[in-house]
């Protein structure tokens, strides 16, 4: 993977950080986690790992505490970014590397987080021991199915839902062939995947997690067909997750309510799992007062596409600073993607998400 490392995003530009779209009053000070009705968990992505190891900054989670004091203070729900994937978690064919996922797992606790884990079968950030070596299928299989009973039965009983397959068909609804185990095994192994994962722990929600599943399409409609082919088949799949990466370029996400209404239309759990909404940054890199509006409209339409169908439990935004976001780093000209600037001062995209979540039925 190449990264291109663009200019540091700006901090906080004073005129532009103010709660604009907000009736601020009666909930300041008060944090989105509070505000929420008591069934929908509030998540982020806990920043470490990928993209920031290349970056000039120390491990996010680790050492940036005013991070670590909004993280515990605004959401319920945690998921790890990189630290449970494979590279990071299975960097060598017998070693583990449990640190960081067991310290994000501690910090949820301590905090009164659930936490979501991402993810166990999937085409990207897996290990070079397992792109580049040779195995037979049945080792292969094999290796999946010990991956996913280490990982998942370490966790047991402290992972809400699991993100099982991520981002398993292309955009034209095809499987997608750089997806290792779908190439070597076939796409029957996907229910292989959740089998294995709902033995290791039975308590855990296991999702179908993709993006560009935020309008109806080929994409979703392979989903669909998918997910009713697992539940003929009594493979314990629980859910269906839209990541909602959205860019102002390609306009709002006005039918997701729709989308995830046909999931929970199957008797399936629906979930946001990784929500930013990046924008073409202008000249000198720092977003227009209207950039700033329509953004937060983006959000609150997600928002309120959950809070519109009933199995959705779980709106999770992928980091909550644009200090930490990956999306200068993979979407070069675009950023600013996040609810808050670099130092934790808030956008009218915060604000809306909160009003909005403190006008929720309960
Ligand atoms: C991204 C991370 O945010 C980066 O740090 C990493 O370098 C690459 O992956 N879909 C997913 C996430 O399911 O795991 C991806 O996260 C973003 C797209």
Redesign the pocket.
């Given at each position: 993977m190449s990264f291109v490392v663009q200019p540091a995003q700006a901090h906080s530009p004073s005129s532009l950080g103010s709660p604009s779209l907000s009736s601020e009053s009666s909930h300041s000070g008060k944090s989105l986690r509070s505000v929420a009705p008591r069934y929908l968990r509030i998540g982020t992505?806990v920043a470490g790992?990928?993209?920031?190891v290349d970056q000039p900054y120390p491990d996010p989670f680790t050492y940036d505490k005013p991070y670590r004091k909004v993280l515990a203070k605004e959401f319920n729900s945690a998921s790890p970014?990189?630290q449970m994937k494979w590279e990071f978690i299975h960097p060598e064919r017998n070693r583990y590397n449990f640190g960081p996922a067991d310290a994000i797992v501690r910090f949820a606790r301590e905090n009164g987080q659930v936490v979501r884990g991402?993810?166990l079968l999937w085409h990207s950030?897996n290990p070079a021991w397992l792109n580049e070596g040779t195995f037979t299928k049945a080792e292969l299989r094999q290796i999946l199915k010990s991956h996913i009973f280490t990982v998942v039965g370490r966790y047991k009983g402290k992972i809400q839902q699991w993100d099982v397959a991520?981002?398993i068909f292309n955009e034209n609804g095809e499987y997608r062939q750089e997806n290792i185990w779908i190439r070597e095994l076939g796409p029957g192994i996907i229910a292989d995947a959740f089998r294995w994962a709902h033995e290791a722990d039975p308590r855990a929600k296991l999702f179908l997690?993709d993006?560009g599943v935020e309008w109806p399409g080929v994409k979703v409609d392979a989903y669909e067909a998918l997910a009713k082919q697992l539940l003929a088949q009594r493979v314990p799949l629980h859910g269906f997750a839209s990541?909602a990466?959205l860019s102002m370029r390609y306009g709002a996400p006005d039918q997701l309510a729709g989308v995830l209404q046909r999931f929970d239309n199957l008797g399936l759990e629906t979930a946001i799992t990784?929500l930013d909404v990046r924008m073409d940054l202008p000249e000198g890199g720092v977003p227009t007062a209207e950039q700033l509006t329509t953004q937060a409209t983006y959000y609150k339409t997600v928002l309120d596409a959950c809070l519109a169908v009933d199995s959705c439990h779980s709106f999770t935004i992928?980091g909550f600073t644009d200090k930490y976001s990956?999306v200068p780093v993979f979407f070069p000209t675009e950023g600013a993607a996040t609810v808050m600037w670099d130092d934790f001062t808030r956008k009218p995209a915060y604000y809306t998400l909160r009003d909005t979540l403190a006008r929720a039925l309960r």
């Open positions: 992505a790992g990928g993209h920031h970014e990189n991402h993810t950030q991520n981002e997690n993006y990541q990466h990784e992928w990956w």
